[in-house]
């Protein structure tokens, strides 16, 4: 059974930073291109960034210089570090793999940032 796990989120004030985890299980987690996707209030879940297996990440342009997304092979584990946070950061974030067609995703972790 896949399990993915977001953990790290929480209430920040802006400008200041956080750091989310995703841990998978029920996974061959390599070859899964992991995603960080965000939905904040009344708005539709957007992808925020992506990495393959092989470390090529993806990134909104918009959030470029901000938000840096890694991952961990040995502890089948998808990060996504954010500084500089914005109140319209605030979302729920969500962690997705991806292979062959086949997603799965996580519950979410909520960020809220305070002006």
């Known amino acids: 059974q896949v399990h993915l796990v977001e953990s790290g989120g929480g209430l920040v004030q802006a400008g200041g930073s956080l750091k989310l985890s995703c841990a998978a299980s029920?996974?061959?987690?390599?070859?899964?291109?992991m995603n960080w996707y965000r939905q904040g209030p009344g708005n539709q879940r957007e992808l925020v960034a992506s990495?393959?297996?092989?470390?090529?990440?993806n990134y909104v342009d918009s959030l470029k210089g901000r938000f840096t997304i890694s991952r961990d092979n040995v502890w089948n584990s998808v990060y996504l570090q954010m500084n500089n946070l914005i109140p319209e950061d605030t979302a729920v974030y969500y962690c997705?793999?991806?292979?062959?067609?086949?997603?799965?995703w996580g519950r979410g972790t909520q960020v809220t940032v305070s002006p």
């Open positions: 997705k793999a991806n292979y062959k067609g086949l997603d799965y």
């Open positions: 029920g996974i061959n987690f390599r070859l899964h291109t």
């Open positions: 990495i393959t297996g092989s470390g090529v990440t």
